[in-house]
T-cell receptor, first 112, second 112 residues
Framework: EDQVTQSPEALRLQEGESSSLNCSYT??????LFWYRQDPGKGPEFLFT???AGEEKEKERLKATLTKKESFLHITAPKPEDSATYLC?????????????FGKGTRLSVIA | GAVVSQHPSWVICKSGTSVKIECRSL??????MFWYRQFPKQSLMLMAT?????????EQGVEKDKFLINHASLTLSTLTVTSAHPEDSSFYIC????????FGPGTRLTVT
Protein backbone atom coordinates (compact mmCIF):
# COMPACT_ATOMS: atom_id res chain seq x y z
CA GLU A 1 0.00 0.00 0.00
CA ASP A 2 1.33 3.42 -0.95
CA GLN A 3 2.02 5.60 2.05
CA VAL A 4 3.22 9.13 2.80
CA THR A 5 4.41 10.41 6.18
CA GLN A 6 5.18 14.06 6.77
CA SER A 7 7.13 15.58 9.65
CA PRO A 8 6.97 17.62 11.67
CA GLU A 9 3.21 17.93 12.04
CA ALA A 10 3.62 21.60 12.89
CA LEU A 11 6.55 24.00 12.69
CA ARG A 12 6.91 27.48 14.05
CA LEU A 13 9.72 29.64 12.68
CA GLN A 14 10.93 33.15 13.18
CA GLU A 15 11.06 35.25 10.04
CA GLY A 16 14.37 34.54 8.32
CA GLU A 17 14.93 31.23 10.14
CA SER A 18 15.52 28.59 7.47
CA SER A 19 14.32 25.01 7.93
CA SER A 20 13.24 21.84 6.13
CA LEU A 21 10.07 19.80 5.97
CA ASN A 22 10.30 16.06 5.50
CA CYS A 23 8.18 13.69 3.44
CA SER A 24 8.88 9.96 3.67
CA TYR A 25 7.14 7.69 1.22
CA THR A 26 6.64 4.12 0.13
CA UNK A 27 5.17 3.46 -3.27
CA UNK A 28 5.07 0.48 -5.60
CA UNK A 29 6.54 2.50 -8.45
CA UNK A 30 6.92 6.26 -8.36
CA UNK A 31 5.51 8.29 -11.21
CA UNK A 32 5.91 11.56 -9.32
CA LEU A 33 6.16 13.20 -5.91
CA PHE A 34 4.17 16.39 -5.51
CA TRP A 35 4.39 19.32 -3.12
CA TYR A 36 1.42 21.61 -2.57
CA ARG A 37 0.72 24.62 -0.41
CA GLN A 38 -2.73 24.92 1.15
CA ASP A 39 -4.12 28.00 2.82
CA PRO A 40 -7.12 27.67 5.18
CA GLY A 41 -10.40 27.21 3.31
CA LYS A 42 -8.72 26.90 -0.07
CA GLY A 43 -7.71 24.14 -2.43
CA PRO A 44 -4.09 22.99 -2.65
CA GLU A 45 -1.81 25.16 -4.77
CA PHE A 46 0.68 23.23 -6.89
CA LEU A 47 4.33 23.89 -6.10
CA PHE A 48 6.56 21.15 -7.52
CA THR A 49 6.66 17.71 -9.05
CA UNK A 50 9.77 15.55 -8.70
CA UNK A 51 10.15 12.43 -10.79
CA UNK A 52 13.48 10.80 -9.97
CA ALA A 53 15.99 10.56 -7.14
CA GLY A 54 18.49 13.37 -7.19
CA GLU A 55 16.12 15.81 -8.80
CA GLU A 56 15.81 19.30 -7.31
CA LYS A 57 13.44 22.16 -8.08
CA GLU A 58 13.34 25.72 -6.77
CA LYS A 59 10.76 28.45 -6.60
CA GLU A 60 11.51 31.67 -4.75
CA ARG A 61 12.35 30.70 -1.15
CA LEU A 62 11.41 27.05 -1.64
CA LYS A 63 13.57 24.17 -2.83
CA ALA A 64 12.39 20.58 -3.13
CA THR A 65 14.70 17.57 -3.28
CA LEU A 66 14.05 13.86 -3.78
CA THR A 67 15.73 10.61 -2.78
CA LYS A 68 14.46 7.06 -3.20
CA LYS A 69 12.77 7.16 0.20
CA GLU A 70 12.04 10.78 1.03
CA SER A 71 11.69 14.33 -0.13
CA PHE A 72 12.59 17.56 1.59
CA LEU A 73 11.09 20.98 1.18
CA HIS A 74 13.70 23.53 2.20
CA ILE A 75 12.49 26.99 3.12
CA THR A 76 15.17 29.67 3.05
CA ALA A 77 14.68 32.89 5.01
CA PRO A 78 10.91 32.43 5.33
CA LYS A 79 8.49 35.31 5.54
CA PRO A 80 5.11 35.46 7.34
CA GLU A 81 3.34 35.02 4.00
CA ASP A 82 4.90 31.56 3.74
CA SER A 83 2.67 30.44 6.61
CA ALA A 84 0.43 27.63 5.32
CA THR A 85 0.03 23.88 5.37
CA TYR A 86 2.45 22.12 3.04
CA LEU A 87 1.23 18.85 1.61
CA CYS A 88 3.29 16.08 0.06
CA UNK A 89 1.75 13.45 -2.21
CA UNK A 90 2.89 10.57 -4.38
CA UNK A 91 1.47 9.17 -7.55
CA UNK A 92 2.14 5.59 -8.53
CA UNK A 93 2.99 4.41 -11.99
CA UNK A 94 -0.08 3.03 -13.73
CA UNK A 95 -1.38 2.58 -17.21
CA UNK A 96 -3.88 5.38 -16.72
CA UNK A 97 -4.29 8.40 -14.51
CA UNK A 98 -3.88 7.48 -10.88
CA UNK A 99 -4.89 9.55 -7.88
CA UNK A 100 -2.49 11.09 -5.43
CA UNK A 101 -1.84 9.68 -1.99
CA PHE A 102 -1.38 12.53 0.46
CA GLY A 103 0.45 12.91 3.71
CA LYS A 104 -1.21 14.71 6.60
CA GLY A 105 0.75 17.87 5.96
CA THR A 106 3.01 20.19 7.92
CA ARG A 107 1.43 23.35 9.31
CA LEU A 108 4.03 26.08 9.03
CA SER A 109 3.78 29.32 10.99
CA VAL A 110 6.31 32.07 10.33
CA ILE A 111 6.38 34.75 12.99
CA ALA A 112 7.54 38.30 12.21
CA GLY B 1 -0.66 26.59 -14.91
CA ALA B 2 -3.93 24.80 -15.55
CA VAL B 3 -7.04 26.26 -13.95
CA VAL B 4 -9.75 24.25 -12.25
CA SER B 5 -12.90 25.88 -10.93
CA GLN B 6 -15.59 24.68 -8.55
CA HIS B 7 -19.11 25.87 -7.97
CA PRO B 8 -20.46 26.71 -5.53
CA SER B 9 -17.64 27.77 -3.21
CA TRP B 10 -19.89 27.17 -0.22
CA VAL B 11 -23.36 25.81 0.34
CA ILE B 12 -25.65 25.30 3.30
CA CYS B 13 -28.45 22.78 2.97
CA LYS B 14 -30.98 21.07 5.19
CA SER B 15 -30.68 17.46 6.20
CA GLY B 16 -32.32 15.15 3.66
CA THR B 17 -31.82 17.38 0.64
CA SER B 18 -29.39 16.87 -2.23
CA VAL B 19 -26.57 19.15 -3.28
CA LYS B 20 -24.68 19.27 -6.59
CA ILE B 21 -21.09 20.47 -6.83
CA GLU B 22 -19.50 21.26 -10.20
CA CYS B 23 -15.85 20.92 -11.15
CA ARG B 24 -14.63 22.45 -14.40
CA SER B 25 -11.29 22.47 -16.16
CA LEU B 26 -11.11 25.91 -17.73
CA UNK B 27 -8.19 25.78 -20.13
CA UNK B 28 -7.63 22.09 -20.78
CA UNK B 29 -9.53 18.89 -21.31
CA UNK B 30 -9.56 16.28 -18.58
CA UNK B 31 -10.57 12.71 -19.23
CA UNK B 32 -10.04 12.03 -15.54
CA MET B 33 -10.96 14.09 -12.52
CA PHE B 34 -10.66 13.20 -8.88
CA TRP B 35 -12.91 14.06 -5.94
CA TYR B 36 -11.48 14.47 -2.43
CA ARG B 37 -12.96 15.44 0.90
CA GLN B 38 -11.12 17.11 3.73
CA PHE B 39 -12.17 17.39 7.35
CA PRO B 40 -10.78 20.19 9.56
CA LYS B 41 -7.05 19.89 10.13
CA GLN B 42 -6.98 16.61 8.21
CA SER B 43 -5.42 15.80 4.87
CA LEU B 44 -7.22 15.12 1.64
CA MET B 45 -8.93 11.76 1.31
CA LEU B 46 -9.75 10.46 -2.13
CA MET B 47 -13.42 9.68 -2.62
CA ALA B 48 -13.62 8.68 -6.25
CA THR B 49 -12.06 8.85 -9.67
CA UNK B 50 -14.29 10.35 -12.34
CA UNK B 51 -13.79 9.18 -15.92
CA UNK B 52 -15.36 10.94 -18.87
CA UNK B 53 -17.97 8.79 -20.53
CA UNK B 54 -17.83 5.95 -18.04
CA UNK B 55 -18.71 5.10 -14.47
CA UNK B 56 -16.75 6.57 -11.62
CA UNK B 57 -14.47 4.42 -9.50
CA UNK B 58 -15.16 4.79 -5.78
CA GLU B 59 -12.73 4.26 -2.94
CA GLN B 60 -13.49 1.67 -0.31
CA GLY B 61 -16.01 2.93 2.20
CA VAL B 62 -17.48 5.62 -0.06
CA GLU B 63 -21.15 5.01 -0.86
CA LYS B 64 -21.64 5.32 -4.60
CA ASP B 65 -25.40 5.71 -4.22
CA LYS B 66 -24.93 8.62 -1.86
CA PHE B 67 -22.17 10.41 -3.73
CA LEU B 68 -23.23 10.44 -7.37
CA ILE B 69 -20.55 11.41 -9.85
CA ASN B 70 -21.18 12.35 -13.46
CA HIS B 71 -18.43 13.21 -15.93
CA ALA B 72 -20.44 14.13 -19.00
CA SER B 73 -17.82 16.13 -20.87
CA LEU B 74 -14.07 16.62 -21.01
CA THR B 75 -14.32 19.80 -18.96
CA LEU B 76 -17.03 19.07 -16.39
CA SER B 77 -17.52 16.61 -13.57
CA THR B 78 -20.27 16.87 -10.98
CA LEU B 79 -20.60 15.42 -7.49
CA THR B 80 -24.10 15.15 -6.06
CA VAL B 81 -24.47 14.48 -2.36
CA THR B 82 -27.86 12.82 -2.03
CA SER B 83 -29.96 12.86 1.13
CA ALA B 84 -27.30 14.86 2.90
CA HIS B 85 -26.78 14.51 6.64
CA PRO B 86 -24.76 16.63 9.07
CA GLU B 87 -21.92 14.11 8.97
CA ASP B 88 -21.52 14.89 5.26
CA SER B 89 -20.49 18.42 6.17
CA SER B 90 -16.96 18.80 4.87
CA PHE B 91 -14.69 20.53 2.37
CA TYR B 92 -14.97 18.89 -1.05
CA ILE B 93 -12.16 19.42 -3.53
CA CYS B 94 -11.76 18.23 -7.10
CA UNK B 95 -8.63 17.91 -9.18
CA UNK B 96 -7.87 17.32 -12.84
CA UNK B 97 -4.78 15.90 -14.43
CA UNK B 98 -3.55 17.11 -17.79
CA UNK B 99 0.01 16.27 -16.81
CA UNK B 100 0.13 17.16 -13.14
CA UNK B 101 -2.81 17.42 -10.81
CA UNK B 102 -4.30 20.85 -10.33
CA PHE B 103 -6.93 21.41 -7.69
CA GLY B 104 -10.07 23.46 -7.59
CA PRO B 105 -10.64 26.01 -4.83
CA GLY B 106 -12.93 23.65 -2.93
CA THR B 107 -16.57 23.68 -1.85
CA ARG B 108 -17.54 24.02 1.79
CA LEU B 109 -20.70 22.01 2.46
CA THR B 110 -22.62 22.52 5.68
CA VAL B 111 -25.64 20.33 6.34
CA THR B 112 -27.96 21.58 9.08
Amino acid sequence: EDQVTQSPEALRLQEGESSSLNCSYTVSGLRGLFWYRQDPGKGPEFLFTLYSAGEEKEKERLKATLTKKESFLHITAPKPEDSATYLCAVQAINSGNTPLVFGKGTRLSVIA
Amino acid sequence: GAVVSQHPSWVICKSGTSVKIECRSLDFQATTMFWYRQFPKQSLMLMATSNEGSKATYEQGVEKDKFLINHASLTLSTLTVTSAHPEDSSFYICSADPYEQYFGPGTRLTVT
